[in-house]
């Protein structure tokens, strides 16, 4: 029965061909969807509405003359064809020109973002208004905060001394020497990256998340109590609720009397 032998083999391969087909074609779609911790190029559109504008032309890409700007691949577990940057190994050099957004052809990266009003009204870039992201720093591994001199993020900084300081502290360890700590400051840092890549530990100690990830959002019944846009955000809460404890049925004065 050799006809029906091949007959079988070639339905098994047709078979096997179909489902890696649809295996690879799940992966596609997969790598189409937004990935969470990608930072994208300056002026950037927030990630739904880049995915649905950007055309994946790789102008940006072409644009960049520091090869910071990459089209994902497949299999690089982000959305293929878009362009995205790894600031630990090629972070954005923060051009002053800015090339790769005016080049855009869609607005995927707007150049509104990326601009202010000059004495003239007219709109000129600025590279310093970009919001890749936000710096965020590991305190447990970074050996500046062990007490061991180190500044080499805060020298990296473009924005030096005003999206990283460095503070000064008391090392309580040794009781004789002063920990000298970066810090970061949300409002002026871009995201550039240029700190991780600096950063001397093996895993870098300060790296970027995007804004979203790295700041996550404040809970509707808190405010801060001077800042307008928090009272604005407070009218339109509509869950009132009180935390109840054991402790809850005394008064703050009877914890005071307490310590006497």
Same mark, same amino acid.
């Given at each position: 029965?050799?006809?029906r032998?091949e007959?079988?083999?070639?339905?098994?391969?047709?078979?096997?061909?179909?489902?890696?087909?649809?295996?690879?074609?799940?992966?596609?779609?997969?790598?189409?969807?937004?990935?969470?911790?990608i930072?994208?190029?300056?002026?950037?559109?927030?990630e739904k509405d880049?995915?649905?504008?950007c055309?994946?032309?790789?102008?940006?890409?072409?644009?960049c003359p520091?090869?910071?700007l990459?089209?994902?691949?497949?299999?690089?577990?982000k959305?293929?064809?878009?362009p995205?940057y790894?600031?630990?190994?090629n972070p954005?050099y923060?051009c002053?020109? /800015?090339?790769?957004?005016?080049?855009?052809?869609?607005?995927?990266?707007?150049k509104?973002?990326?601009?202010?009003?000059g004495?003239?009204?007219?709109l000129?870039?600025?590279?310093?208004?970009?919001?890749?992201? /936000?710096?965020?720093?590991?305190?447990?591994i970074?050996?500046?905060?062990?007490g /061991?001199?180190?500044?080499?993020?805060?020298?990296?900084c473009?924005?030096?001394?005003?999206a990283?300081?460095?503070e000064?502290?008391?090392?309580?360890r &040794?009781g004789?020497?002063?920990?000298q700590a970066?810090?970061v400051?949300?409002?002026?840092?871009? *995201?550039? *990256?240029?700190?991780?890549?600096?950063?001397?530990?093996?895993?870098?100690?300060?790296?970027v998340?995007?804004?979203?990830?790295?700041?996550?959002?404040?809970?509707?019944?808190? /405010?801060?109590?001077?800042d307008?846009?928090?009272?604005?955000?407070?009218?339109?809460? &509509?869950?009132?609720?009180?935390?109840?404890?054991?402790?809850?049925?005394r008064?703050a004065?009877?914890?005071?009397?307490?310590?006497?």
């Open positions: 029965m050799p006809e032998r007959f079988l083999l070639k339905t098994f391969k047709s078979l096997g061909l179909a489902a890696t087909g649809g295996l690879a074609w799940s992966g596609f779609i997969e790598e189409g969807r937004s990935a969470p911790l930072l994208r190029p300056p002026g950037a559109l927030p880049f995915l649905a504008s055309i994946k032309c790789g102008m940006c890409v072409e644009a520091y090869d910071a990459v089209l994902a691949k497949p299999g690089d577990s959305p293929v064809g878009t995205y790894t600031p630990r190994t954005c923060m002053r020109d /800015i090339p790769c957004v005016p080049v855009c052809p869609t607005g995927s990266l707007d509104t973002l990326v601009s202010e009003k004495e003239d009204g007219e000129r870039l600025n590279i310093n208004m970009a919001k890749m992201g /936000i710096a965020v720093i590991d305190r447990e970074c050996i500046a905060y062990a /061991i001199q180190c500044d080499a993020c805060y020298r990296a473009p924005l030096i001394d005003k990283i300081t460095v000064y502290t008391r090392n309580v &040794t004789k020497h002063t920990i970066p810090v400051h949300s409002d002026a840092c871009t *995201g550039c *990256g240029l700190c991780e890549r600096a950063c001397v530990t093996r895993k870098a100690s300060i790296f998340l995007p804004k979203e990830i790295a700041m996550g959002q404040s809970s509707e019944r808190y /405010i801060k109590g001077w307008e846009q928090d009272e604005e955000r407070m009218k339109e809460a &509509t869950e009132k609720v009180t935390t109840q404890t054991p402790r809850s049925g008064k004065l009877d914890y005071l009397n307490d310590e006497l």
